[in-house]
């Protein structure tokens, strides 16, 4: 009789189909309990074992074992999703970009045409008429000029955005102000002038008095020829008529100083430092530890705060036919890209920040006259024009983009000092300049003229004097200007105008009270105790014969000592011949304090008694001995025999 052979069933996996729980498939089937049913005795076991914890610790829940999650539906539920999303979207596509205000969202992250905006609404303010697709945003936290003038502020004339309803004067000392900086954020001033002072303003700190809060002399005997805080704030460039200029904190207080070439090497790039006198100076406007100064010994350097000892580079201006010039003022441009400087040739000489210094990017030869200082050169808020102030009396404006020829040359503008400067309004409409006192004139002016139109907008009368430096800041929206004889005046506009000098004017200059000194007076108490017993007055003679008892008040001379004390010897003891003998050991002990006479003649009676040298000689031959004749004549003086 044959055995059957035991034959195995397939095995497979089927991740789409549930397995089935029957036995009719081939095989041995499904071991243990069905799956179903296994489930239903855990969760039975498991709520035995909760009800059992919650009598004897009174917890519920206890022990609960998380829910189960099939990940793969989840998967598909959210693919599904996905599509519908995708699909709605793409029907809704037109309706949301005519929508929304910024522009139209990627297809795949649109919403539903139903759905209602997230947020309040846009505000009118700033949803421009013309488009309504844009948005007219504000950058920045600060209140600064842009923000004050609006759409009103661009309505008004020239004339009316000059901020010069009010004015505030404050006194610097007798001499011209040449120097003016203002802080970035416009809360110090510093002032500069040729009696070689440096005045701080600090505007929160002021009253209506108007005084700055320190006056100190940073140079010595050199008169200030330039001021200016750095783009941060934090320290001053003081330029003044020596060879090395120097670098203040906002207090005042020294930071570095440039060291000084050597006049005697020829090729001024091979010295560490300038050699002659300073004329201008300015800090980079972006790079904060860089800044710029030009002298007469013919050359522009470039410094870091970090190596005082030594320039970063070196720019040597030509003329037309290669020689040296002199630059008399320098700038940096507002992006820092372009070097600048008027020459005393009257060129303006420009070189790329980024490059070396050897050949220029920009030359225009006969920009003013000839043999004449370029006091100011300025570029404008925007980079594209640059306006040039020269002792010819002229103030031209040019276009950077044809830098060839002068857009306008604003004529008959007197200039007195190397130092009057040009400077564009904040919006670039304008600029200005002020002008020096001629012999006719009485009132010192600073004029504005249109960028546009070339037309004079306004002048300004400031002072009886010369009007030298003006800044017109563009945050506080205030004008400093200073002037020939020691005054420095803010114009600004009670409206418009921003902190500043409007801070000062608002505090009661309030003064001090004067302490009252009471005078102490004698009490006499006859039986108070010699502890508490004040001293009599004396007079003037008995206190000056107390005086001079006391040998430290009537300075009294050093008595002689007879031994060495205090590093003082004995007068015994101070002469070589006294030293030698004492120290070569002698028999007896040389008494230097005795008489020399006293001395010598303790000896003549033992000498006549004992003779031992000259007696002797002339025992046999002149026993008695003869003296000469001290009346007669000597032998040399006897007369003759005939």
């Known amino acids: 009789m044959s055995k059957k052979p035991i034959s195995f069933g397939k095995i497979t996996l089927n991740f789409q189909k549930e397995t089935s729980n029957d036995g009719a498939s081939s095989g041995f089937g499904s071991f243990g309990r ?24 009174g917890i519920k829940n206890f022990g609960k074992k998380a829910k189960n999650y099939d990940i793969q539906e989840m998967m598909e539920r959210a693919k599904k999703t996905a599509q519908e999303v995708a699909k709605k979207s793409m029907e809704s596509k037109s309706k949301d970009a005519d929508r929304d205000v910024i522009g139209p969202l990627p297809p795949n992250l649109g919403q539903d045409e139903n759905n209602d905006d997230i947020g309040p609404p846009i505000p009118s303010n700033l949803i421009d008429k ?56 416009g809360a110090r001033l510093a002032t500069g002038s040729i009696d070689y002072d440096v005045s701080f303003w600090d505007f929160a700190g002021m009253d209506s008095s108007m005084r700055s809060f320190r006056t100190l002399q940073p140079c010595e005997n050199h008169p200030i020829r330039a001021l200016q805080y750095s783009a941060t704030g934090d320290s001053i460039l003081v330029v003044s008529g020596s060879a090395q200029a120097k670098v203040l904190d906002r207090d005042g207080f020294e930071v570095l100083e440039c060291v000084k070439g050597d006049q005697y090497i020829t090729d001024m790039a091979k010295t560490k430092g300038h050699t002659a ?56 441009s507002r992006d820092g890209n ?75 503008l007197f200039s007195r000092y190397e130092q009057t400067d040009c400077n564009f309004s904040p919006d670039d409409t304008m600029v200005f300049t002020g002008e020096s006192l001629q012999r006719n004139q009485e009132v010192g002016k600073l004029l504005f003229y249109n960028t546009k139109t070339f037309e004079t907008v306004t002048s300004i009368e400031v002072t009886k004097s010369h009007v030298i430096k003006a800044i017109w800041h563009p945050k506080l929206n205030q004008i400093f200007i200073g002037c020939g004889n020691g005054v420095v005046k803010c114009y600004y506009d009670n ?100 008489d020399p006479r006293e001395a010598i003649l303790k000896f003549a009676k033992e000498a006549e008694e004992n003779p031992f040298w000259v007696a002797p000689a002339y025992k046999n031959t002149q026993p008695k001995t003869i003296f000469a004749d001290e009346d007669g004549p000597s032998d040399a003086k006897k007369p003759k025999s005939e």
């Open 495 to 594: 409206k418009r105008s921003l902190r500043g000098a409007k801070l000062c004017i608002v505090k009661t200059n309030r003064k001090r009270q004067s302490v009252e000194v009471v005078s102490s007076q004698q009490i006499i108490t006859p039986h108070a105790l010699p502890l508490f017993k004040q001293e009599k007055l004396r007079t003037n003679k008995k206190k000056m014969e107390k005086e001079r008892l006391d040998p430290v008040k009537s300075r009294r001379p050093d008595l002689p000592i007879t031994s060495g004390q205090g590093g003082r010897v004995a007068a015994s003891g101070s002469t070589l011949s006294s030293f030698v003998i004492r120290n070569l050991g002698l028999s007896k002990r040389v008494n230097d304090e005795q």
């Open 338 to 412: 372009t070097v600048a400087c008027g020459c005393f040739d009257g060129s303006i000489q420009m070189w790329d920040h980024r490059k070396n210094f050897v050949n220029t990017s920009c030359v225009l030869r006969d920009a003013h006259q000839k043999q004449t200082e370029i006091s100011s050169i300025a570029f404008s808020y925007l980079g594209s024009y640059l306006a040039s102030r020269g002792n010819d009396d002229t103030l031209k404006l040019w276009d950077l983009r044809a830098f060839k020829k002068p857009l306008n040359i604003f004529s008959n």
């Open 34 to 57: 069905p799956i179903q049913e296994q489930k239903e005795i855990e969760e039975l076991s498991d709520d035995l074992e909760n009800q059992h914890v919650h009598q004897v610790m």
């Open 277 to 332: 006198s300073l004329n201008s100076g300015c800090w980079h406007p972006h790079i904060r530890e860089e800044f710029m100064t030009c002298s007469q010994d013919g050359t522009l350097r470039l410094w870091l705060t970090e190596n005082p000892k030594q320039h970063k580079s070196v720019i040597k201006p030509r003329q037309q036919g290669g020689l040296k010039t002199n630059p008399t003022a320098c700038a940096f």
């Open 130 to 185: 013309d488009n309504e697709n844009t948005i007219i945003t504000k950058q920045g936290g600060e209140d600064s000029y842009d923000e004050l003038s609006d759409s009103d502020d661009e309505e008004l004339p020239l004339e009316k955005r000059i901020p010069n309803t009010h004015e505030v004067e404050m006194h610097h000392g007798s001499k011209a102000v040449v120097a003016l900086a203002v802080d970035p954020s």
